[in-house]
């Protein structure tokens, strides 16, 4: 019962999804292929909410679920990271049409192959689990 609140904004964000079509194979590849803003327009959205979101999360000190403080890591080392890091997961969202949200959104609206792409997504995230001490972070 205490989880209810993260199965509602589950629930609306999966909508959202939806309304907006950034679960739709053909929006990605359009985007993927620069012949519509669509995609941008909902990613630029996006990022600016996820400033916004750090910016509320650093002035009012926040905290996570458990109660423990959210740390932001200086970015001195992390730009190589977080290109490798972005090359790989557009090459995954270009070859399978879907990030993670949508991958599942569309599982549930009965796209079923979809869940091959989510079960794959859980192998890799399971297997940088157990080689992520051996990389150079």
């Not at 941008?40 to 403080?69: Q, T």
């Not at 740390?71 to 080392?77: G, Q």
Request: aromatic share 18%; net charge positive.
């Amino acid at each position: 019962m205490k989880f209810i609140k993260f199965l509602i904004t589950g629930i609306f964000f999966g909508i959202v999804m939806a309304k907006s079509e950034a679960i739709s194979w053909y929006r990605i590849q359009e985007m993927f292929r620069f012949q519509a803003f669509h995609m941008y327009g909902i990613i630029g959205v996006a990022v600016i909410m996820g400033v916004i979101g750090v910016w509320i999360i650093k002035k009012f000190k926040l905290r996570d679920y458990h109660g423990n403080p959210i740390v932001f890591y200086p970015k001195d080392k992390s730009m190589i990271r977080y290109i490798a890091g972005g090359i790989i997961f557009g090459m995954g969202w270009a070859l399978s049409g879907a990030c993670p949200g949508p991958m599942v959104v569309n599982i549930g609206y009965g796209y079923y192959a979809m869940a091959i792409v989510f079960l794959f997504a859980i192998i890799g995230t399971y297997l940088y689990g157990l080689i992520k001490d051996k990389l150079p972070h």
